[in-house]
């Protein structure tokens, strides 16, 4: 059973970093992408950051070069560095793992989530 362990999150101070973890009990980590997405209670789950195994990067267009995401494939994690945090950061945040879509691309056939962490960011 695929099981993706996160550690990291906090309350900071606008202004300060952050870094979450995730590692994932997989097999050949490489294979998937690995992303980080955030919500808020009332609205739908957002992109935060993607990475797949080629080195393929996605950020979402509030990330506006605060955010890194990178992996270490050795050790199967994924980390998000997150600078500069404002409030409107506050969230809770899920990585994700996801990899081989189904033929007509509408969906993936693994996609595995983590337990979530949350970030408080004050003023």
């Known amino acids: 059973q695929v099981q993706l362990v996160q550690s990291g999150g906090g309350l900071v101070q606008a202004g300060e970093s952050l870094r979450l973890s995730c590692t994932a009990s997989v097999r050949a980590f490489i294979s998937y992408t690995m992303g980080w997405y955030r919500q808020v209670p009332g609205k739908q789950r957002e992109l935060v950051a993607s990475?797949?195994?080629?080195?393929?990067?996605k950020y979402g267009d509030f990330v506006q070069g605060r955010f890194t995401i990178s992996r270490e494939n050795a050790r199967s994690t994924v980390y998000l560095q997150m600078n500069n945090l404002k409030p409107d950061d506050t969230a809770r945040y899920f990585c994700?793992?996801?990899?081989?879509?189904?033929?007509?691309?509408?969906?993936?056939?693994?996609?595995?989530w983590g337990q979530g962490t949350s970030v408080s960011v004050s003023a």
């Open positions: 994700n793992a996801k990899r081989q879509r189904t033929p007509d691309g509408s969906r993936w056939l693994e996609d595995y």
């Open positions: 990475l797949n195994g080629v080195g393929g990067i």
